[in-house]
């Protein structure tokens, strides 16, 4: 696309960018920690040399679903973060018991 095209495309109203824009605002503390996990993630995957193929492999689950989880880009449930943990032999997120 040109930048001409993209012009025209914000100048007639078709762009969307106001509702990303909202969607980031309202998701920001679940996008922040979603993009901390994910760097977690890719560290260990860097530092454990498993690429991010085989750990999809090792998940049950597609190469472009866990490239959208080493964005940011996923919501992810305690259930796919247990499964990439135990995958990766790491923590993830940590639970601190209330005394």
């Known amino acids: 696309m ?3 095209d993209i012009l025209n495309k914000l100048t007639t109203g078709e762009s969307n960018w106001r509702e990303i824009s909202e969607t980031r605002r309202v998701n920001r ?3 922040k920690r979603s993009s901390q996990i994910a760097i977690a993630i ?3 995957l860097k530092e454990t040399g498993m690429s991010q193929k085989k750990l ?3 998940m049950g689950v597609s190469p472009q679903y866990i490239n959208k989880i080493v964005k940011g880009h ?3 449930t305690l ?3 247990s499964k990439i943990e135990s995958i ?3 923590e993830l997120i940590e ?5």
Do not use: F, G, H, Q
């Open 2 to 4: 040109s930048n001409t």
């Open 29 to 31: 503390e679940w996008l």
């Open 42 to 44: 890719l560290k260990r």
């Open 56 to 58: 999809a492999e090792e």
């Open 74 to 76: 996923e919501n992810l």
């Open 79 to 81: 259930d796919t973060i």
């Open 88 to 90: 990766l032999n790491c």
């Open 95 to 99: 639970v601190v018991p209330i005394a």
